[in-house]
């Protein structure tokens, strides 16, 4: 029974090593997507203020 039990012990150690695996390499993917994101959305910020001051200027 002792051998069942630590054998039993060992695949669930092994099993949420597994998980965790998969959990890490999952976010460090969505992490990268995290980062392009956050350029995409202050580049285009950027873009908006520069096309509105423009617009200001035109007006003036």
């Known amino acids: 029974m002792n ?12 099993l949420i090593a597994g998980i965790i695996a ?4 999952a976010l460090s993917m969505y992490k990268d997507y995290l980062v392009e994101f956050s350029e995409e959305i202050n580049n285009t910020e950027v873009d908006n203020l520069i096309n509105k001051i423009d617009d200001i200027k035109n007006i003036i």
């Open 3 to 14: 051998e069942t039990s630590g054998q039993a012990s060992a695949e669930l150690i092994l």
């Open 22 to 25: 998969v959990v890490i390499i």
